[in-house]
């Protein structure tokens, strides 16, 4: 049983940067972080035409359609007040690759949640939260550590990064678009370096939240 224990506390340790990554990515992608990028003094204007007020409203509707339930027509029949629709067959091709990438991501999510409660109160019942606080405390080191490769990696070169992010999760060139597509316009390059630095920076704190935890837990006598 202690080998048994010694296993699950690596597992968890090597779970709590997905974890808190997930966590982050999840509580960013809300019309609210969209608002605080659009309204941000310096960020880009859309040369072609979208106001702040446009960009806020389709990029909320982009958003939600990610979370929902609804099938890709809840995006292809969004129109601009031209007629015209909001997103071209390339664009909506790309936008339900996100989706089923999100979808997944959730599931993991939720399934790395109630993992981690599951365990938590076996250690508690069975008198070994020493080692999950050991385990905690690894986890924290362990997401800090990526996360201090990720920023220097954006400070480096935010593109390159971005670029090997897509290569990893989506084929091929499918995610290029020209900067003339809605995509483009209404999330360019800088609102996802903010939303890589926020992420980033809030996996951290919860990274440091877990290494608090984790020494106290390994304080215990149980």
């Known amino acids: 049983m202690k080998s048994f224990q010694k296993g699950v506390s690596i597992l968890v ?71 015209s629709p909001l997103y071209n067959e390339r664009e909506l091709s790309h936008m339900l690759d996100v989706k089923n990438l999100i979808q997944v991501m959730l599931k993991v999510w939720i399934g790395l949640i109630l993992g981690l409660i599951l365990i938590l109160v076996w250690a508690w019942r069975g008198k070994w939260l ?17 996360i201090g490769s990720i920023l220097i990696a954006i400070l480096v070169s935010f593109e390159a990064l971005f670029t090997a992010f897509h290569h990893l999760f989506f084929q091929g060139d499918s995610w290029l678009f020209l900067y003339s ?41 149980g």
């Open 130 to 146: 020493r080692d999950l606080g050991h385990a905690y405390m690894f986890g924290g080191w362990l997401t800090l550590g990526l």
């Open 13 to 83: 340790s090597i779970s709590i940067p997905f974890f808190l990554m997930m966590t982050m990515i999840r509580f960013l992608f809300q019309p609210a972080f969209l608002k605080i990028e659009y309204s941000t003094p310096g960020f880009p204007a859309d040369t072609f035409g979208f106001t702040q007020e446009d960009r806020i409203k389709w990029g909320t509707i982009s958003m939600e359609y990610l979370f929902n339930t609804q099938g890709i027509s809840f995006l292809a029949d969004q129109r601009l007040p031209d007629g």
């Open 181 to 221: 597509d809605s995509l483009i316009r209404l999330f360019p390059l800088p609102l996802w370096q903010a939303g890589f630095i926020a992420m980033g920076i809030l996996t951290g704190l919860g990274a440091v939240l877990f290494i608090v935890l984790g020494r106290r837990l390994a304080r215990r006598t």
